[in-house]
């Protein structure tokens, strides 16, 4: 046994030895074309990741492998061979056509560096007391821990600032995960974060600068400072590259409200949501989180299970803080027809379709509307719609036309309250509406008193902003 201890041991030697030219290793640079590589040692003999930095900053990440002596450079879909000419110079050669010389500008990384494995606590520390260069986008890439020292979000922003996406990450037993990524192998230093994932691609992260102090606010601990940034200004997701921007308002009271989410400056959903002080959980929509908190403008919920749900602060000067004051409650009933009437004067939009209300002489009846309006063409011998889609046939049978196999319409003679407009008139209707939302989002502070009679005056002040008011008083002169 002790033999063949010996003779593995020996094996394990040749096998790490048996790529011994480290003269690759460092960052390389054409000033000619501008470009950057930098070439890095994996975890395993004789492959590791490259990266490929243009004068844009867009990066290319990829891989280099060693065989027989030659080196095997693999980056998106092309590949190359890269040839050592000296302790400074590699020309990187494509399967055909000229190589491309490369001096090198930085030795091999000497930082220390850490591994998960060895010392988890060491590894997360690095990873969150700086900010990185992801090498997929070239986005900046910050960690952030949430309810744990070992889990939290991962916040990109496009070179801009604003967001890029959001995504989880957590280590357990040595591994790394990073949404739905498994990194099995990871090391960290001052200059790079390198993993390895169980389907053995890289994993680059570049050293971009100190990372800021996080400052972590929660639900239980700090409430009223809680709900302060809740409560203020837009949070943002990505939804397949898409940007979200969702508003947290109270509505209902200071502890419950509605989640409004825009995009495209479009509503798309809307969601109840209510903070239980008793339980110390907030619900929102169908949805118990029994966590809360805000790290360095990054919203974190979580659920009993574990799963956490990620929103980021959307920059904005002079982030407004909403109060019930900034609602108005009207109630519905026969006594409020004229001001009903004149709140729901505007057109309304929802998802892909528009909605209106008629109102009949009564102030009492009327008719709500919901339309899409879509545009189409006849090019050639081919109708386009988004609504019905391409066709190149039209049939009519009975009362019936029918759009190839496609969408089937029945002529209808019932009673519309709808017509066609032409473009002056959707000209007008835009000054209109435009007219129209400008007077509702113009508010004024009014205050009601009520008399022994039942009936109601209305008082308006000559101020637009609740908190602006420290006090009210009621003098007899």
């Known amino acids: 046994m002790k033999f063949f201890s010996i003779f593995l041991f020996a094996i394990s030697l040749l096998a790490s030895s048996a790529f011994s030219d480290v003269r690759i290793y460092g960052v390389w640079e054409n000033k000619d074309q501008k470009i950057r590589l930098d070439i890095l040692d994996g975890f395993k003999a004789g492959q590791g990741p490259i990266l490929q930095i243009k004068e844009d900053g867009s990066i290319e990440s990829g891989s280099w492998s060693e065989k027989n002596g030659e080196i095997k450079v693999k980056l998106g879909y092309n590949s190359y061979t890269l040839a050592v000419d ?98 099995v192998e990871a090391r960290a230093s001052d200059n790079y974060f390198i993993g390895l994932d169980e389907r053995d691609r890289f994993v680059v992260f570049r050293f971009l ?185 039209l049939y009519r049978v009975e009362d019936f036309i029918i759009f190839e196999e496609g969408k089937v319409f029945k002529i209808d003679v019932s009673p519309s309250r709808l017509r066609p407009k032409t473009n002056e008139e959707v000209v007008e209707d835009v000054k209109s509406q435009e007219k129209l939302k400008s007077e509702v989002l113009s508010q004024s502070l009014i205050v009601r008193i009520l008399k022994k009679d039942g009936n109601t005056i209305d008082v308006k002040l000559p101020i637009n902003d609740f908190s602006l008011v420290s006090n009210i008083s009621i003098i007899n002169e």
């Open 209 to 393: 600068k100190k990372a800021e102090a996080l400052v972590s606010t929660d639900i239980t601990k700090q409430r009223e400072e809680f709900f302060n940034q809740l409560l203020s200004g837009d949070w943002g997701t990505i939804y397949y590259g898409k940007l979200r921007t969702h508003k947290f308002r109270p509505i209902f009271g200071d502890l419950k409200g509605v989640k409004l989410t825009v995009q495209n400056n479009k509503l798309s959903a809307n969601k109840v949501w209510e903070y239980s002080p008793a339980t110390g959980a907030i619900k929102v929509g169908y949805t118990e989180y029994v966590g809360a908190l805000v790290v360095s403008g990054t919203l974190a919920l979580i659920e009993d299970n574990g799963d956490q749900e990620f929103y980021s602060r959307l920059s904005e000067p002079n982030i407004k803080r909403y109060t019930l004051g900034d609602v108005t409650e009207l109630s519905l009933n026969e006594k409020s027809t004229a001001k009903i009437k004149q709140a729901l004067s505007n057109q309304f939009q929802r998802d892909d379709y528009f909605f209106s209300f008629e109102f009949n002489d009564d102030n009492r009846t009327g008719f709500v509307h919901k339309w899409r309006s879509e545009p189409f063409t006849i090019t050639g011998e081919t109708f386009k719609d988004k609504l019905i889609g391409k066709a190149e046939k």
């Open 86 to 183: 000296s302790d400074s110079k590699v020309f990187l050669n494509p399967s055909y056509g000229d190589g491309v010389a490369f001096t090198k500008t930085k030795p091999k990384d000497s930082s220390q560096s850490v591994t998960l494995k060895d010392n988890p606590n060491a590894f997360i520390d690095k990873l969150i007391s700086n900010q990185w260069v992801a090498s997929e986008d070239g986005s900046t890439a910050t960690f952030k821990p949430t309810f744990s020292s070992e889990s939290g979000v991962i916040e990109y922003s496009k070179a801009d600032g604003s967001l890029e996406n959001l995504n989880s990450w957590a280590t357990s037993s040595g591994v790394l995960k990073i949404g739905r990524s498994v990194i």
